[in-house]
């Protein structure tokens, strides 16, 4: 026993740096210190869990769409930076990333992707046939948008349906089945998603026209302004609407009412276009996220116990 500690202590001696910058890196690929992204994509899971199981879902399918988030988030940044490996170097704000410093190799970035792949597809076994099923058109998306903005000016679209895909996954997961209600609200987080991408796309726009990038920022142009305006009031149309769908009360409309107050102090963040300002409006959203879901939480414990 003393010899193979003593053995095991030699090899972290050895090795224990490089495993540790390892983890290091791994851990900046996916962004663990940026929890944003998983908090983004995790609000829209969240109001669809309450809002299909009318209240609190059950432990075990919340647990699995919780972590499902983490994975599917964690290898949607590794896979992004694989794809933009050539293109993170020239703009500012992603140069110092692991991939565009040659701190992670491609190959190894391939790696964390498929491994959070393989993670998340262990979760999905868990639940019913029908959400397994869907969950194969979730991993082509993850896999196919970080290559759409070399091809088309709507990157956004493309991150809109692969982040509100788990939508529906959660009504097949609980109900056993995809409903009206929620394909109004995929296409509510879709335009959410726009949204709040185009404001982040803001932020690098003048790094991705020097670089041959496409984004709605650019497709907009002086419109960006309205254009954002204009889906900010369908995304609050559409959750009114599917309130008045399901019989939501007072609580769930006062949370629209305040997450509105955040869409309209994203329009004044963004009135000069200036980067900084851009960033923290798309920031903001997070805000707006946790609004609706405190909404939908209290309808159902006050009014809908």
Known sequence: MNKRLQYLQRLYVRHGPFVRDRIRQYALLIRFNQPIGSLLLGWPVLWALWLAAEGMPDGRVLLIFVLGVFCMRSAGCAINDFADREIDPHVARTSERPVATGRVTAREALGVFLFFMVLSLMLVLQLNRLTIYLSLAAAVSAAVYPFMKRFTYLPQAFLGIAFAWAVPMVWAALTGEV?????????????????????????????????????????????????????????LAGLFMLGGQVNMGWPYYLGLCVAGGFFIYQQYLIRDREPAACLQAFLNNNRFGAAVFAGIVLHYLIVAP
């Open 179 to 235: 409903t009206k209600i929620s394909g109004l609200l995929f296409v509510i987080v879709v335009l959410w998603v726009m949204v709040y991408d185009t404001l982040y796309a803001m932020v690098d726009r003048q790094d991705d026209l020097r670089a041959g990038i496409k984004s709605t920022a650019i497709l907009f142009g002086d419109a960006d302004r309205v254009l954002t305006g204009i889906m900010q009031v369908c995304v």
